[in-house]
């Protein structure tokens, strides 16, 4: 996904929300049932898991700023996309949460 280096935080969730709908839309057309699960993980690991700490981090659009400028759309769009991944400290909504706890205790 070359989006990472141009869009903001918020373009770049549409535009994966909108390419994970494309892949679940093309397994239905043309592929069978069971390669969906799969296919799926591997888009979410190409569009969110290896990207998720540079977005979450950019700086006038990551996380913090959505949370600075109460954008409760892109935060919920944030929320809906990263809880599709695999919990952890690096990935999934963990590093998210670690971002509000500190944006609550700096306001």
């Known amino acids: 996904a070359s989006w990472i280096g141009t869009d903001s935080c918020p373009e770049y969730m549409k ?5 994970l709908q ?3 839309d093309r397994v239905a057309a043309y592929l069978h049932s ?25 700086e ?3 996380c913090r700023a959505l949370l600075r400028e109460e954008k409760t759309e892109d935060l919920k769009r944030m929320h809906k996309l990263f ?4 919990n952890s400290t690096t990935c999934g909504l963990q590093p998210i949460s670690q971002i509000v706890r500190e944006h609550i205790v700096d306001v």
């Open 15 to 19: 535009k994966a929300e909108n390419r």
């Open 22 to 24: 494309q892949e679940v």
């Open 34 to 58: 069971s390669t969906e699960e799969k296919l799926l993980k591997e888009c979410e690991t190409q569009l969110l898991a290896n990207h998720q700490t540079v977005l979450l981090d950019k």
């Open 60 to 62: 006038e659009t990551g």
């Open 83 to 86: 809880l599709r991944l695999p």
